[in-house]
Structure formats: structure tokens, C-alpha cells
């Protein structure tokens, strides 16, 4: 079977992991709702025009029987090709510009309390969370936010341009090397969303996503308050095979002699909704085939196969990865 | 009169006849490929333009195979990948522009009443190095070295090796060569449009189509060169390491961006306004009147044509650009639905005032307005910068963009197939096959991009080469890869239509529709365009000027004869078609297919860095050209005069303005300067991105490069005194004056080149050092390129071709050296001044 | 020396308004965007960009109805009305008038369209 045949299977039980919306028109987010609305105003107002247009087209085509004077003809043209689109038009125009520092408030996003700087990489995201207090905390691919509160997000990239986006939350902004971007986002409601890089990237720009997950702004706390420390690390042999294979050279775990930095951080795995940038469901079996022939499941992903270890050091790996909670 | 009389007459006129018909045959045999001749050139160029349309296609439906269901492994990433980077790259370069170069080519001199493009060979070498280029682009994905980063090649996934393969230089270099003949035929649809329109056919007479062209060739001249000025940088990084889009010397990838949708925007409406124009050549015909609202159209052409320039940064919404730039850039993308409105009006009221004929053609037309109606109607969605954050490089815009596309472009040229497919074998397009063709490509378009908007709002993004179950993308996708098959079908109904053998049908009428327009005068078995130039004084002269076609195949109007065995055409003034000149165009030649073959192997030697290839191809391509020049232009007439019929005698040569060889020139130079502009426009794009652009490193030597500037000034006025010199009839002292410029210019040219070389700036180690090269040797590259004219005007003037009266070439230099000065004077100041000065 | 120019026999006449058009657009854009990446060089504030915006508009308004009275008059300040197809220079020159004129509208909406991101945007926000 073909080399995505693992990727059903696996999608399958992801399903239940983007628990909440997936969709630009479900918005869980202050932009997006505000977009939402705009959208919904254009499209009705779209309809109605379609409508019109093409009835006139198909009556003048179809069904027209007296001829029209020019100088009438002349003032459809007029009334229907300038005036009305260039009153409808300035009206949309105005609403948009409106709209418009409203949705990314830069200056007050400033002073939020939480920023968190996500890089871009082929094909994977790294992700530093910055609260206003307290050391900074490192992650990858996957972002938590709290609802309820405003977060800034500075966006890198480290090697092509990236785009990132969480449709239900807002709309999407560049991630360009040698550019800083920001971003502004307010979470409404909770839930678990799925973000796509949304510029082509390179062979597996379709591999690379990320989970968004908006909690309630107690419960991110005590989640950022735990990723701050070294996850209790179960079953040593894992870890030591985790070390001695080398993969401590590329990825950093907290807490641990791991201090690659090429990779990502893998510190708290196990807490993570998805593994392999936001594709495979957090199962010790989707880990282990990871570890095992990551070009199968990402190609063009920059990490070397595995599958020359012994089937069990593997899974032990898995397993003790997916035990950092 | 008698019949003695009546008697020579005839056979007077069947000699002239047999004589024009010798004149404008074409070469049989394999010498078949060498013609000229507008009617065979735009056959092809149309036969091969679809023919990589239908490849592209091909592309696009094993792309919706691959798409159809989740985790699918049809196709791996790396072809998927080449596949949507060649099918957007075939579609825009190899169909979209091309097809409606071919139909103007094709359609434009029987419908001005003229004989023949005023540069027939320039188009003939349009054809060959457009078709090299594309068969070499296409066929790199036969071995697997296609381009795979997307037809708007990103930097740095693009420049960067690590990243991207040969395919990207493959892209680069043979589309550079694609845009150069996209240029050369808008300089010919320029000078053809303007100046060579049958006499009486004043600008307010002009059929709406050459209007159009006129327009669209215009846009390719400032849309164009802002992308060859983009491809430059990007080859200059690929091949040398200059840093321009790499951050970590200063580079920066948003430079390519704008450079790119530069082009890019307008690109979308050069493709779509000639489709608009094949519109306004039907719609009147089967309403059977005369358009309502011709000046509307005027007004939405140039409106267009404007407005399309201010739209490009909204390609670029989501690149954290200030929003206040944003702004003025969804303003001017919601202002551009203006004139489109104004041009979907015009045609429902041109049928609102008579009574349609619902043909076939006229089918195609209105389901194609209907979708490019919704397509518009997203675009005034996505214009807006809000709503884009959300849409932008989602399926919603992969929808938007066919929907503009196909129904603004795809089914107005099938229409315009139908339509004017008795032009080329005096047979008709089967009217069943028409219908089932257009219901196909109807409801298989529909079912195939309407689903895309839902799939796009859910969250789907573009290029992706496969997609997770379960999260809301599946039936969509189903029902979009169902819709493209269904499509496929009517598309293949149409070529079945085109293809199958109609030598048993009978020949059509010359004018099936009852058009009122002039091409449909010419007849498909000849050469010649008209077999003689009538006199035009109506919009619809087939309506209007009851005998006109007798009387023009009778030869009654001018030129009927060829007796000095030239092709000739008019030449007549811009604003009331005046007749001014003769003009006898080049005819059958072997140096355009020779000068396009070895350009073409100049560019793709390059590609594979075959350096000593790459030199014998330019050196043989250069010799070409100057044997073309030499042989085929300027030509001094035997006689002064020539009388044309109509007791009407017009002069056989001009120079200056009055000549087209000045326009063309005039043209291309306007062109090689919006080249430069984006050049330096790139210049002080470093400069707003860096506190300090210089990067600490000395710019280059101000005194020189004010020397550099001061010597190409009169190396300039050096060249505008030989030509004052020679119309004087001082041949000695303009050559003289001829060398001397020679020489200020090789001393310009090296003053020019101390000025970076001296502080020792190297290219490779900053963008600052770069950019300033970049413009140094652009410059240069324009003083060898002068220093050659100077050389050639020399060269005529011993050899008795260039004399104080036929001095076209001289002056045809001299205004390249207008552009040349401009060029070099703000070069030579910003690069020596401006660092000094901030 | 007239202040108001004798009509001109010349195609290009048709393009001043979109010119005046294309001008405008690229000051303010140009303006606005020098002004975001280097404000330190003009040391102004953005509401000074603004009211430049604001000069320009009036500026180009200006022009454009300028070119739209003359077009006016070329087309004999509306007394005959399209189409304007007969084969003579004066059908020509009223075609040309009032295409012009059309154009001058076009434009005129055009350049207020580009002038109001200025009316409602304060800063550059980035």
C-alpha cells in the first residue's frame, strides 16, 4: 500500500482531536467573527447582484422583444455599470477600512500580557511562549491560548516564507526570513483548532500544520506553569536509548542532556493534541513509525530515518516521549 | 467603352491579381515553416498555445485525481509539486498571453483593412522563440526537472539551492525568453494598431477589438519588463550568489514580490480584456447593431489598463506590509470593478436595443459572463484586506481565480472560436457539438471551482498535495475532481469539433454571421489580407458601405497591384487614417526561425551553465540579427514615389517619426525603461528596509561616477549632432562625429565601471554592492548595445545604404540614445550621489 | 498666453485623467510607505502624511475636473450625443471629447477611492 496509507488510519483518530471549529465561517476568534460578519454581508449582497446581472443578461438575450432606443440603452450602462457599482463599492470600501485597525490592534497588543514567537521551519513550527512574568517556555507545533485575552505573536521564519493561520481565530500573516511579523488574535471560545502553513513551503507544505488550542485562562496558566519545568521523566531506558541514538544532537527535552536545537522540542510530547506538525494523532504508534521512516510519512522532512534500530529501542523511545506529559 | 477595351482591362486586372497573389504566397514544402505571413503565424501561434493549454490541463486533472479522496498516493509530493508550478506557468505564459497574441496577429490585418502586421518577420520570430521556450518548459517534467515551487517562484525557496532545482532556472530562463517575445509582438500590435489602419478608418471608426489590443499591448509594455528586471536579480543570485532576496546579506524576498505582481496583476487583465474584446466583436454581430456605448468601452479598456497597475500589493496582504499601504491597494482593487461593470453593461445594452441571435458563440459568451460575474464578485471580496487575511492562498482564491479566468477568458475564446473558425477554411464549427461542448464545460466548470470557495473557507490551502480525512474537505473534493473530468469532456468535444475532417462538408459563405466588420471581407484561401485597401468610413463597413466588398475584390481601392514585387502595405496617420506612406514589409525568411533558434539555445545553454554553448549560440544569434537588420530593414526604395490607385502617390520611405521603424523603437526603449525603473526602484527598496542600506561598505567612487555620467552626455550629444550633421549632407563630418562617440563611449563605459571597482565593492557579500553592480552593468550593457548601433550606422553609411535623405537608422539610433542618456544620467547620479546624501 | 489650453489634436489627451490618477496613487503610496519604514526622516507625525494625502487629492481632483471641463468642451459641452460614427473629423473629435470625459469620472471616483484609507486609518499599523 502507498506511502500515505499510514496517514488515513491515523486521520481518522484525529478527528476527534480538533474538537472545536475548523472553518473561517464558525468563528472562535474576535477577527474572525468580525470577518465572518463582513463575509456574510458581501455574499448577500454578492447573490442579489449575480441574480440581477444575469437575469438582465438572459432577458436581453433570451426574451427581449422591443428594441430599446440607444439613448435608453445608454443610460443602463450609466445607472447599472457606474453609478450603482460606484456607490455599492465606496459603501464596502468604507466598511473594510473601518474595520480595519480594529482588527489587529497593534498598540494595545503591545501590552499583552502573553506574546509567544513562532518560527517557521520546513516543515514544522517552534513555538516560545513570553508571559509577562516569568522565564520563557519552548514548544513546537502547537500553540495554546487563553480565551478571553488578547495574545501577540511574533512570527519568524528560519528558512523559507511560512504562513500562519488558525481560520477560526483570525485571518493569516507571513512568516518571511529576515522580517519579523506580528500578529494580534483574541481566542472567544474554547477549543482545539487546526492550523495549515498557508504559503507553499516546499515539497511537504500539505505535511505542515499546527494545533491551536484556546483554553480557559485558568487552565492555560497551570498548563504554561507546567511546561515551564521538566516533565517527569518515566521509563529510563528510553531515555537513554533517546540519548544514545543521537537524537539528543537535533532535539532539546527538557530537563534532560538533549540540547539540539535543528529539531523540535520535545519537552512535553506527550501533552501535545497532534505529533509531526500537527498530521499524526499522539499515539505511541504514530511516534514509533515517525521515528522509524520519517520521509514516508514527511517527505522532504529533514530528519533521518531510524529504522535501522531495533523495532523495541524504537518503541521504547516512543513510549518514553510520549510519557513527558 | 468597348469590348476591346473592357477586354484588357480584364486580363490587366488578372495579372495584377496573379502578380499581388506571387507576391504574398507562401513557400511550399518544408520552406512552409519559414513564411511569414500573418495568417500562418497566428494559426500556429493559436495551434500552439492550445495544444499547451490541453497539456496543462492534463496537469490540472491528474492533480484532481490526486486530490480526489484524502491521503491519497496517487501522485508523489515532488510531482504533484511540479505539476501545479507547470500548470499555472503553462496556463499564464504559454496559453493566456500567446492565444490572444495569435488571434490579433491573425484577426488584426484583415480587420483594419490592412495587409499585413508592420513587422511581419518580428512576429514570425515572436512564434519560434515563444515556441521553443514553452516546449522547453513543458517538457522538463518528462524528466522530472520540472519547476516546483509554485509559477510565482518565491524566493527564498526559489533562489535557494538547497531548496529548488534546475527547474527553477528552467523557469527563469525560458520564460525569459517567452516575455522578450511577448514584448516584440506588442510592439508590433502598437505600431500595427496606430499606424496602419485602412485609410478613413479614424480612431472613433476603429473596431473595438484593435482598441483593446491596443490597450492590452500597451499594459505588456509596462507590466512585462518590472518581471525581466525580477528575473535578472533572481538568475543573478541563482548563477553568481548576488544576495538581492537573501536576508542574511541584506537581501530581502519582498523585492521579488513586488516585482513580480507588478507583472502579475496586470497580467490577469492583458489576458482577460482581449477576451472581453472578442465580446465586442460578437455580441453586435448577433444582435445585429452596432455596439451601444462605444465610448464606454474605450473608457472601460483604458481604465482598466490603468487601474490594474494599482493593484498588485494585494497579492501580498498577508506580508505584514503597513495597513495604510494595504489600503490604497484594496481601494484601487475595488475601483477596478468599475470599468469591468461598465464593459458586462455595454453588452447588455448593445442587446437590449436589437434582437439576439442566441448562436453558439453567443452561448459561450453569455454562460462565460455569468461565471466571470461571480468570479468578479469574489474579487471585490478578496480586494478587500480583511476578508483576504481570511481567503488568501486558500481553494476560496484557487475558486475566485478560475472563475475570473475561465469564464473571463476560457469561454469567450471558444466563443471566439466559433465565432471566427470560417475565417480559417471558409467551414463552420458543428453547431450540436458547440452546445453539448458548453454544457459540459458549463456544468463541469460549476461543479468543479463551486465547491472550492466552501473547501477554501474551511480552511483548505492552496497547493497542498494532500489533505487529512475528517476534517470537512472530503466530498468537496470528490465533487471539484467529478466537475474537472466533466469539464475535461467539453473541452475535448471542442477539439474533436476543431479536429474531425470537414472536406466533405461544403464551403461556408464568406460572411456566415452577417458581421460588419472588415475581416470577414478577407477570404481564407489567400495571402494577401485584402486584395486591395478599401476606404473605411463606418464602424461596421460591411453594413454600411454596400459594395465594399465587390469593389475591394474587384481591386478598386488602393494597392491592387504589386508590380516591383514587394509586399506593401499603408501606412496612415493616427488619429484620421490618413494615408502617409508605402510601406513594404519583410517577406518569406529563414532569420527569424534562425535568430529565435539560437536565442532560444543562448538561454537554455545558460540554464545547464554550458558556458562556451551559451557564447556560440549568442554570437550566431547576434550575427542573425544584424544580417536581418541589414538585409531586411531601412531599405533605400528605387523610386521616391510610388502611385498607390485612387490617383493617390505616396512616398516609399521615411524616417524619424514619421517611419514605423521610429515607433518600434520609441516602444521597445519605453519598455527597457520601466526595466530600469524597477531596477531602481529596487535600489531604493533596500534603502527603506535598512536603517542604513550601505551596510557600512564604501559606495562606489562619486567622482567617477560622475565622469561616467558626464562622458555618456556627450557621447549622447555626439550622436544628435551626426544626425543634424548628415541631414545637412556632411557625411564626413557624421562619421566622424560617429567614431568620436564610439570612442566617448567606451571611455564612459570604463568611467562607469572604475566607480563600483575602485573601493573594491564586491557583489557577493551585500545587496548594497549588488544593486549597485546591477544598475552599472545594465547601463553598460545599453552603452555595448549603443556602441554596436553607432558601429552599424557607420557601416551603412560607407555602404551607401544610410545617405542625408534615408536616414531612418540614424535616426532610430539617435532616439535609443535619448533613452540611453536618461538611463545613464540617473544611474550614474543615484549610485554617486545618493548614499552621500542620506 | 491663454490660461486655458486650445484644444489639442493629439491621442494622448485621452490619458491625462488616468494619469493624474496613476500620479496621485503613487505619491500617497510611496509617501505612506517611506513614511512607515523611515518615519525618523521626516521626524512628522502621521497626521501630517495624512493632510499630505489630503493636499494630493485636491491637487489630482483638480486636475482631473480640469481635463474633464476641456473634454467638455471638445465635445461641444454635450450637444450631441453618441455614438459619434461618422467618418469625419469632427465626429472624431467629439468621440474623443467624450471618451475623455468618461475617463475624467472614472478617475475622479478612482483617486477618492485611493484617498480614503486616509480617512480612516490613523497609523501605520504594522
Known amino acids: 500500500m502507498g506511502q500515505y496509507f499510514s ?83 465606496c459603501a464596502l470600501l468604507a466598511y473594510a477600512l473601518w474595520l480595519m485597525p480594529g482588527l489587529r490592534p497593534f498598540a494595545q497588543a503591545s501590552s499583552a500580557a502573553l506574546r509567544i514567537e513562532v518560527t517557521g521551519r520546513q516543515f514544522w513550527w517552534e513555538v516560545v511562549y513570553h508571559p509577562s512574568q516569568g522565564p520563557p517556555v519552548a514548544s513546537a507545533n502547537e500553540i495554546r491560548l487563553p480565551v478571553g485575552e488578547r495574545v501577540e505573536l511574533t512570527l519568524k521564519s528560519a528558512d523559507v516564507i511560512h504562513s500562519f493561520w488558525i481560520p477560526p481565530l483570525g485571518g493569516k500573516m507571513d512568516m518571511i526570513p529576515g522580517r519579523i511579523n506580528r500578529l494580534s488574535l483574541k481566542a472567544t471560545k474554547p477549543g482545539v483548532f487546526r492550523g495549515p502553513c498557508a504559503e507553499y513551503c516546499g515539497t511537504s507544505h500539505a505535511l505542515m500544520a499546527f494545533s491551536a488550542v484556546a483554553m480557559e485562562p485558568e487552565a492555560f496558566r497551570s498548563w504554561l506553569a507546567a511546561q515551564a519545568i521538566p516533565a517527569p521523566s518515566a521509563g529510563a531506558s528510553g531515555s537513554a536509548l533517546f540519548l544514545r541514538h543521537g537524537c539528543g544532537s537535533c532535539h532539546f527535552v527538557a530537563g534532560t542532556d538533549a540540547r539540539g536545537t535543528i529539531g523540535p522540542d520535545l519537552s512535553h510530547l506527550g501533552s501535545r493534541v497532534t505529533v509531526g506538525a500537527g498530521i499524526l494523532p499522539n499515539t505511541e504508534d504514530a511516534v514509533a513509525r515517525f521515528i522509524a521512516r520519517p520521509e514516508l510519512i514527511k517527505p522532504g522532512s529533514s530528519m533521518p530515518a531510524f529504522d535501522m534500530l531495533p523495532p523495541g529501542d524504537v518503541r521504547a523511545i516512543a513510549a518514553w516521549l510520549r510519557g513527558l506529559q | 467603352m468597348s469590348a476591346a477595351v473592357k477586354e484588357r482591362s480584364r486580363e490587366e486586372y488578372k495579372a495584377q491579381e496573379e502578380r499581388l497573389r506571387t507576391v504574398w504566397a507562401n513557400p511550399t514544402g518544408w520552406r512552409y515553416w519559414t513564411s511569414v505571413n500573418n495568417f500562418q503565424i497566428g494559426l500556429w501561434y493559436g495551434s500552439a498555445a492550445f495544444a499547451f493549454m490541453l497539456f ?22 515532488e510531482f504533484f509539486n511540479q505539476a501545479f508550478t507547470l500548470h499555472g506557468t503553462v496556463m499564464m505564459f504559454l496559453f493566456a498571453v500567446p492565444i490572444f497574441e495569435a488571434v490579433a496577429i491573425f484577426l488584426l490585418p484583415p480587420m483594419l483593412g490592412a495587409r499585413e502586421m508592420p513587422f511581419p518577420r518580428l512576429g514570425a520570430f515572436s512564434f519560434w522563440s515563444f515556441f521553443l521556450g514553452g516546449i522547453f518548459v513543458c517538457g522538463s517534467i518528462f524528466f522530472n526537472a520540472a519547476p516546483s515551487t509554485g509559477w510565482f517562484m518565491y524566493p527564498p525557496l526559489a533562489t535557494d539551492k538547497e531548496f529548488s532545482g534546475i527547474g527553477a532556472d528552467i523557469w527563469l530562463l525560458g520564460l525569459s525568453f517567452i516575455e522578450v517575445a511577448s514584448i516584440a509582438a506588442a510592439v508590433e500590435l502598437i505600431v500595427g494598431i496606430m499606424k496602419c489602419r485602412a485609410p478613413g478608418m479614424r480612431i472613433n471608426l476603429m473596431p473595438l477589438f484593435a482598441w483593446y489590443l491596443l490597450i492590452v499591448a500597451g499594459m505588456i509594455l509596462f507590466a512585462f519588463p518590472p518581471l525581466i ?90 506580508t505584514g506590509l503597513p495597513q495604510i499601504s494595504l489600503a490604497f491597494f484594496s481601494a484601487a482593487s475595488e475601483a477596478v470593478a468599475i470599468p469591468t461593470g461598465v464593459q458586462i453593461f455595454v453588452f447588455i445594452a448593445t442587446m437590449l436595443a436589437g434582437r439576439v441571435i442566441f448562436s453558439t458563440p453567443m452561448l459561450f459568451g453569455a454562460g462565460g459572463l455569468a461565471i466571470f460575474v461571480i468570479g468578479g464578485l469574489t474579487g471585490v471580496m478578496v480586494a478587500l484586506a480583511p ?10 482564491v484557487v475558486a475566485h481565480l478560475h472563475y475570473v479566468l475561465i469564464g473571463g477568458m476560457l469561454f469567450p475564446v471558444v466563443a471566439g472560436l466559433y465565432y471566427y473558425y470560417p475565417l480559417i477554411d471558409a467551414k463552420q464549427l458543428s453547431d450540436r457539438l458547440g452546445r453539448l461542448a458548453f454544457w459540459l464545460m458549463f456544468c463541469g466548470f460549476n461543479i468543479a471551482f463551486f465547491p472550492m470557495h466552501l473547501s477554501g473557507l474551511r480552511g483548505m490551502p492552496r497547493r497542498v498535495f494532500t489533505y487529512p480525512t475528517e476534517i470537512g474537505w472530503d466530498w468537496l473534493n470528490l465533487i471539484s475532481t467529478a466537475g474537472a473530468f466533466i469539464f475535461a469532456a467539453g473541452v475535448l468535444v471542442v477539439v474533436l469539433d476543431v479536429l474531425r475532417p470537414k472536406h466533405r462538408q461544403p464551403r461556408g459563405e464568406l460572411n456566415p454571421w452577417n458581421a460588419g466588420t472588415l475581416e470577414w471581407i478577407s477570404e481564407p484561401e489567400e495571402n494577401w489580407g485584402v ?47 490618413e494615408p502617409i506612406q508605402v510601406l513594404r514589409v519583410g517577406g518569406t525568411s529563414y532569420v527569424t526561425i534562425v535568430s529565435a533558434l539560437s536565442l532560444g539555445a543562448a538561454f537554455i545553454a545558460l540554464t545547464f551553465h554550458w558556458w562556451i554553448a551559451t557564447a556560440l549560440a549568442a554570437i550566431i544569434c547576434f550575427c542573425a540579427v544584424i544580417y536581418w537588420l541589414w538585409t531586411g530593414t531601412g531599405e533605400i526604395p528605387e523610386k521616391p514615389e510610388k502611385n498607390v490607385g485612387l490617383g493617390l502617390s505616396l512616398p516609399l520611405y521615411a524616417s524619424g517619426p514619421d517611419s514605423v521603424g521610429w515607433w518600434a523603437m520609441f516602444i521597445t526603449m519605453v519598455g527597457d525603461g520601466t526595466a530600469f525603473a524597477s531596477l531602481v526602484f529596487g535600489y531604493f527598496f533596500y534603502w527603506t528596509i535598512h536603517a542604513d542600506f550601505t551596510a557600512g561598505i564604501a559606495g562606489p567612487d562619486a567622482v567617477w561616477s560622475l565622469v561616467a555620467a558626464i562622458l555618456f552626455a556627450a557621447a549622447w550629444g555626439l550622436m544628435v549632432a551626426a544626425r543634424t550633421f548628415n541631414r545637412r549632407g556632411a557625411t564626413a563630418a557624421m562619421r566622424g562625429l560617429l567614431v568620436l562617440s564610439l570612442l566617448t563611449t567606451v571611455g564612459a563605459s570604463a568611467a562607469g565601471l572604475a566607480g563600483p571597482w575602485s573601493p573594491g565593492m564586491e557583489p557577493t557579500r551585500h545587496v548594497y554592492p549588488a544593486i549597485v553592480w546591477i544598475l552599472v552593468l545594465w547601463v553598460l550593457a545599453h552603452g555595448a548595445v549603443g556602441t554596436v548601433m553607432q558601429a552599424y550606422c557607420l557601416a551603412r553609411s560607407l555602404a551607401g545604404r544610410l545617405t542625408p535623405k534615408h536616414d531612418m537608422d540614424l535616426g532610430n539610433v539617435v532616439l535609443y540614445w535619448h533613452f540611453l542618456l536618461v538611463t545613464a544620467v540617473i544611474t550614474f547620479t543615484i549610485i554617486g550621489l545618493f548614499p552621500a546624501a542620506m | 498666453m491663454r490660461l486655458i489650453p486650445k484644444q489639442i489634436e493629439t491621442l494622448w489627451t485621452l490619458f491625462t485623467a488616468p494619469v493624474v490618477w496613476a500620479a496621485h496613487f503613487l505619491v500617497c503610496y510611496l509617501g505612506a510607505a517611506i513614511y512607515c519604514a523611515k518615519p525618523e526622516l521626516v521626524g512628522l507625525s502621521f497626521s501630517a502624511v495624512r493632510a499630505g494625502i489630503a493636499a494630493a487629492t485636491v491637487i489630482a481632483l483638480s486636475l482631473i ?28 473629435t467629439l468621440f474623443q471629447g467624450f471618451a475623455t470625459l468618461l475617463l475624467s469620472g472614472l478617475s475622479f471616483i478612482a483617486v477618492i477611492f485611493t484617498a480614503m484609507p486616509a480617512l480612516f486609518l490613523t497609523e501605520c499599523i504594522r
Open chain 1, 7 to 89: 496517514l488515513s488510519a491515523a486521520s481518522f483518530l484525529l478527528a476527534s482531536g480538533y474538537a472545536g471549529a475548523r472553518s473561517v465561517l464558525e468563528p472562535a476568534g474576535e477577527e474572525a467573527q468580525q470577518i465572518a460578519v463582513l463575509f456574510w454581508v458581501m455574499l448577500s449582497g454578492g447573490a442579489l447582484i449575480w441574480l440581477g446581472v444575469v437575469g438582465l443578461l438572459l432577458h436581453s438575450a433570451l426574451f427581449n422583444r422591443r428594441r430599446l432606443a440607444e439613448k435608453s440603452a445608454s443610460r443602463i450602462i450609466l445607472w447599472g455599470g457606474v453609478v450603482f457599482p460606484s456607490v455599492t463599492l
Open chain 3, 65 to 92: 475636473a480640469l481635463s474633464a471641463w476641456l473634454a467638455w468642451r471638445q465635445w461641444g459641452f454635450g450637444t450631441d450625443d453618441p455614438p459619434h460614427d461618422d467618418p469625419t473629423r469632427r465626429d472624431r
Open chain 2, 56 to 77: 496543462a490541463g492534463a496537469l490540472a486533472l491528474l492533480m484532481r485525481l490526486q486530490l480526489a479522496v484524502p491521503d491519497n498516493d496517487f501522485l508523489s509530493a
Open chain 2, 387 to 396: 476578508f483576504d487575511w481570511q481567503a488568501h492562498d486558500t481553494y476560496f
Open chain 2, 531 to 577: 486584395r486591395s485597401i478599401p476606404i473605411v468610413r463606418s464602424r461596421y463597413p460591411l453594413w454600411d458601405q454596400k459594395d465594399l466588398a465587390r469593389k475591394v475584390n474587384e481591386g478598386r481601392y488602393y494597392l491592387p497591384d504589386a508590380e516591383e514585387g514587394w509586399r506593401e502595405g499603408l501606412v496612415t496617420s493616427v488619429l484620421d487614417a
Open chain 2, 229 to 318: 528586471a525580477g528575473d535578472l536579480l533572481f538568475e543573478m543570485e541563482r548563477m553568481f550568489d548576488w544576495p538581492f532576496f537573501d536576508a542574511a546579506r541584506g537581501g530581502d524576498p519582498l523585492l521579488w514580490q513586488h516585482l513580480f505582481w507588478i507583472f502579475g496583476h496586470p497580467e490577469v487583465y492583458i489576458i482577460f480584456l482581449p477576451a472581453i474584446a472578442l465580446m465586442a466583436m460578437i455580441v453586435p454581430t448577433f444582435s445585429q447593431r452596432p455596439i451601444v456605448g462605444y465610448s464606454w468601452i474605450v473608457l472601460a479598456a483604458v481604465g482598466t489598463g490603468f487601474l490594474s497597475f494599482g493593484l498588485w500589493v494585494h497579492h501580498m496582504f498577508a
